[in-house]
């Protein structure tokens, strides 16, 4: 079974400063995807950044970036020049590949950008 | 335009009374899922599909049915909701590209109250 943990469930931040969300999961598949997805008072489900895990090289998506540790399944997603947009609750996410792509989600961290 | 669409968006209603959420999705894709979303539990998944009449059970399918006769349409069922089937619920499709890339689409969710 996957499992991923977040274990900030809340998180604040002063606008144009930096700030770090932590996940860990635990597998035994070895073909897998890593996501974090952003949902704000919309609901909507955004995809903020995904990391294939035959990739060694950490994804980049302008102000976000992951810092991917494969040996130690850890997938932290760090937010550079924080905005008050950014203000939402974060989900990371696993997905087996092909087996029907299941995503597993962690538990969430709600993240509040201070002006 | 891809996307995933979801109907109802909000729904209201009684113990036992069934109920139909559809899900529609406009990108050919083999993969669907349900999850239902609850607050301190992230996103969990209730159903999968892998492809047309091919459906399997995710980690909270009880009190759920799914169909898959069309490539496009993934209906959840409640036969008999009761209120802890009170919750946002989520569909999505993908599909995972020849160059090993994956593509996921959710729907805008549907929030459903049952009293």
């Known amino acids: 079974a996957q499992t991923v943990t977040q274990s900030q469930p809340e998180m604040s931040v002063q606008e144009a400063e930096t700030v770090t969300l932590s996940c860990t999961y635990d597998?035994?598949?070895?073909?897998?995807?890593l996501f974090w997805y952003k949902q704000p008072p919309s609901r909507q489900m955004i995809l903020v950044i995904r990391q294939e895990a035959y990739k060694q090289q950490n994804a980049t998506e302008n102000r976000f970036s992951v810092n991917f540790q494969k040996a130690a399944k850890s997938f932290s997603l760090k937010i550079s020049d924080s905005q008050l947009g950014d203000t939402a609750m974060y989900f990371c996410a696993f997905m087996k590949r092909n087996t029907g792509n299941q995503f597993y989600f962690g538990t969430g961290t709600s993240l509040t950008v201070i002006p | 335009e891809a996307q995933v669409t979801q109907n109802p968006r909000y729904l209201i209603t009684v113990t036992g009374k069934k109920l139909t959420v559809t899900c529609s999705q406009n990108m050919n894709h083999e993969y669907m899922s349900w999850y239902r979303q609850d607050p301190g539990l992230g996103l969990r998944q209730i159903y999968y599909s892998m492809n047309v009449e091919v459906t399997d059970k995710g980690d909270v399918p009880e009190g759920y049915k799914v169909s898959r006769k069309e490539k496009r349409n993934f209906p959840l069922i409640l036969e008999s909701p009761s209120p802890n089937q009170t919750s946002l619920y989520f569909c999505a499709s993908s599909l995972s590209t020849l160059g090993g890339r994956v593509k996921a689409f959710f729907g805008q969710g549907t929030r459903l109250t049952v009293v």
């Open positions: 597998t035994s598949e070895s073909n897998y995807y």
